[in-house]
């Protein structure tokens, strides 16, 4: 099992604004907290995902793979607008666990930022250097998405948190559902992770059946093998108690499928798409 989407941080609240002082979150979320609730969870290998956008963090991200094997790939972030990204990107992709790059298109204030000139200019380095594109949005943001994803149609993207949808229980979004139907025409679509959704319910309470309805509509229009498991931790721990938790969810939201398509949505697709 990979985990195809965590976070690391030291925390500082300066460094970390959205994290309340109160928040489960506002404490060092480390490798030895990696390794215990990785081995609790029977997940043998992680992708480390960018939470600040920072050269600097990148770097961080990168000194933590080297020191631990269980992360084997790292999502970085890159001032992909800037005239002098494509230093930082020859810099960074000569690691070898250097896999991919995002920005966090969800906290900008323009809904169409993805559409930007100089930002799409940085985007059309990165095929150069072997790197997949992480799309953090929300479901408003799919419409934009889709034609960001249409300009670049030999660029390897990877969808978080499928597209964080707003998730009510007992229905799924009409909007996300035909926006994500268009990504998964789009064969550049490498894979959707199945994380980050706990986060997007809007209810007191979580239904596990809508979180698996929605999961079902995943595997239903882009198939097992563009699905990867990940679990936002420790963001998850937000709705839920425990990283083992939604590893165990996700579990059963594939029990019934094929051992083929488990293998796919557990470990495989996270392994194609990042070169892991």
Not at 91 to 109: C, G, I
């Amino acid at each position: 099992m990979l985990d195809a989407h965590h976070h690391l941080w030291n925390y500082d609240p300066k460094h970390y604004p959205w994290i309340t002082p109160d928040s489960v979150l506002a404490r060092d979320y480390l490798i030895p907290d990696l390794i215990t609730n990785t081995d609790a969870a029977g997940v043998s290998g992680t992708v480390a995902v960018q939470a600040r956008q920072t050269i600097e963090e990148s770097d961080w991200l990168l000194e933590l793979a080297d020191e631990c094997d269980r992360i084997q790939g790292v999502v970085g972030w890159v001032p992909l607008a800037d005239g002098n990204v494509e230093e930082h990107l020859e810099r960074l992709s000569s690691h070898r666990k250097f896999k991919a790059v995002r920005h966090v298109v969800q906290d900008e204030p323009d809904d169409s930022f993805i559409l930007g000139t100089e930002f799409n200019r940085g985007i059309e380095r990165l095929q150069d250097h072997g790197l997949v594109y992480d799309i953090l949005i929300f479901q408003k943001h799919l419409p934009p998405t889709i034609e960001f994803v249409d300009r670049h149609p030999d660029q390897p993207f990877v969808i978080d948190h499928i597209a964080k949808p707003e998730i009510h229980n007992g229905r799924i979004e009409s909007g996300w559902r035909e926006g994500m139907a268009a990504l998964a025409e789009r064969d550049n679509v490498l894979a959707v992770k199945i994380s980050g959704m706990v986060t997007e319910v809007t209810d007191e309470t979580i239904s596990e059946a809508t979180l698996k309805n929605y999961f079902d509509e995943s595997l239903e229009m882009f198939g097992a093998g563009r699905l990867c498991f990940g679990t936002d931790w420790p963001v998850c721990l937000l709705r839920i108690d425990s990283y083992a938790q939604w590893a165990s969810s996700v579990r059963a939201y594939v029990a019934e499928l094929s051992v083929g398509e488990q293998n796919a949505i557990l470990h495989e697709t996270c392994q194609r798409a990042y070169r892991l």
